[in-house]
Every structure is written in structure tokens, then in C-alpha cells.
T-cell receptor, first 109, second 115 residues
Framework: DQQVKQNSPSLSVQEGRISILNCDYT??????FLWYKKYPAEGPTFLIS?????DKNEDGRFTVFLNKSAKHLSLHIVPSQPGDSAVYFC????????FGAGTRLTVKP | NAGVTQTPKFRVLKTGQSMTLLCAQD?????MYWYRQDPGMGLRLIHY???????AKGEVPDGYNVSRLKKQNFLLGLESAAPSQTSVYFC??????????????FGPGTRLTVL
């Protein structure tokens, strides 16, 4: 029972353009959402989060949008840089945290 | 300040062998977690602990045992390894279990292969 879904296993964008990573969830009880970034041979690291009482949170080039009615979360990276190439995991929590399967982002120079 | 460390980084086992993975954190976090990562499955919670001396089952606990004898350490044991347990294992810790303080800090992972 995957409560958090990332339906795009991979995404490729050109340097300088916008990257949009999407995430859907099924449990309406989730009250906090996070994005983690993972480089090869390393553990995931926290990137940005949003509470369910907000619909947008911005941190530099990274913005997370939350649409509660659609149970949809997205991460925007503008402008994308080659160093952003990594696997991005969406996560949602209430008492425990559930992760999506991840989206591999490749930013081409 | 090392954060979360995991030992070993790699291990190859034969079916039926046992082993223990060690996780240590120096952030004084109450909560600790063990996940496994498999292709197309994301991170799945095996067991977790809400404090020293406590453990609880996650999504996929079968075939694993855990212990949290000290606040800074969380051990994951495989009593009789099976090929289905071939995976990358991540340990994580957090100050709280959810909300703004629930951000989890991850170790670098242990790649386990069971032949």
C-alpha cells in the first residue's frame, strides 16, 4: 500500500530551465511533507518541507507547492543546475514518515 | 560532529548466515529508524525506536530484529539471511516523529548482498 507515489522515475532537463518533480499521496491525515535529495553512495539529505496549513514554501531556488484538495505535492527547481542531478524522494508524515519511490533528475549542461 | 554513521558499508552474506548492522548518532535524537531501499520501492521502514529501550515494527519488519540499549545506538539484526534481504539499508534519526522537528537525518547506507 504505497501511500506516497512518485509516478515519474526519471526526469531530464537542460541547465537553466525549470525542473518540476511531482508527488501524489492518498492519506488525508498527512500533515507534513518533505523532499529529500540523494546522491549515489550517500544517504538522503533533507531539502525542503511544507506544513499542511500552507500551500507554498520557498527556499532559494527550491519551491514546494501543496494542493491538499488534489493530494498533490510538487517541487520546483529554478534555475536547474548540473549539481542538482540526484534522486529526489517525496515524503509525508503524520506519526511516521512514508516515502515515495523517488525521481532521478538529470540536469544537462 | 559525525551525524549518523553506519557500520559496515558493504557486506556479502550466504543464505542462512546472521549479521548485525550498527547505527550510531551523536545528535542526542530520541527517534531512530531503519529503512531498506529497493529499486522502484523507495524507502520502506523496517523498525523504529522512540527512545532508549524501546522498539516498534514498521512496514516491513519480518526477518529483522532491533535493539536500542543506548540512546545513541540502534542495531539491526538479521538472524537467518535470505536473498530477498539483499538491499541497501539506511539508518536515520530525528528529534521528534513528525512536523517541523521530524526531519530525519540519514546515515550513508549499508549495501547488503545475500547469496
Amino acid at each position: 500500500d504505497q501511500q506516497v507515489k512518485q509516478n515519474s522515475p526519471s526526469l531530464s532537463v537542460q541547465e537553466g530551465r525549470i525542473s518540476i518533480l511531482n508527488c501524489d499521496y492518498t492519506n488525508s491525515m498527512f500533515d507534513y511533507f518533505l523532499w529529500y535529495k540523494k546522491y549515489p553512495a550517500e544517504g538522503p539529505t533533507f531539502l525542503i518541507s511544507i506544513s499542511s496549513i500552507k500551500d507554498k514554501n520557498e527556499d532559494g531556488r527550491f519551491t514546494v507547492f501543496l494542493n491538499k484538495s488534489a493530494k498533490h505535492l510538487s517541487l520546483h527547481i529554478v534555475p536547474s543546475q548540473p549539481g542538482d542531478s540526484a534522486v529526489y524522494f517525496c515524503a509525508a508524515s503524520v506519526d511516521d514518515m512514508r516515502f515515495g519511490a523517488g525521481t532521478r533528475l538529470t540536469v544537462k549542461p | 560532529n559525525a551525524g549518523v554513521t553506519q557500520t559496515p558499508k558493504f557486506r556479502v552474506l550466504k543464505t542462512g548466515q546472521s549479521m548485525t548492522l550498527l547505527c550510531a548518532q551523536d545528535m542526542n535524537h530520541e527517534y531512530m529508524y531503519w529503512y531498506r531501499q529497493d529499486p522502484g520501492m523507495g524507502l520502506r521502514l523496517i523498525h523504529y525506536s522512540v527512545g532508549e529501550g524501546t522498539t516498534a515494527k514498521g512496514e516491513v519488519p519480518d526477518g529483522y530484529n532491533v535493539s536500542r540499549l543506548k540512546k545513541q545506538n540502534f542495531l539491526l539484526g538479521l538472524e537467518s539471511a535470505a536473498p530477498s534481504q539483499t538491499s541497501v539499508y539506511f539508518c536515520a534519526s530525528s528529534y521528534m516523529s513528525g512536523g517541523a522537528m521530524g526531519e530525519q537525518f540519514f546515515g550513508p547506507g549499508t549495501r547488503l548482498t545475500v547469496l
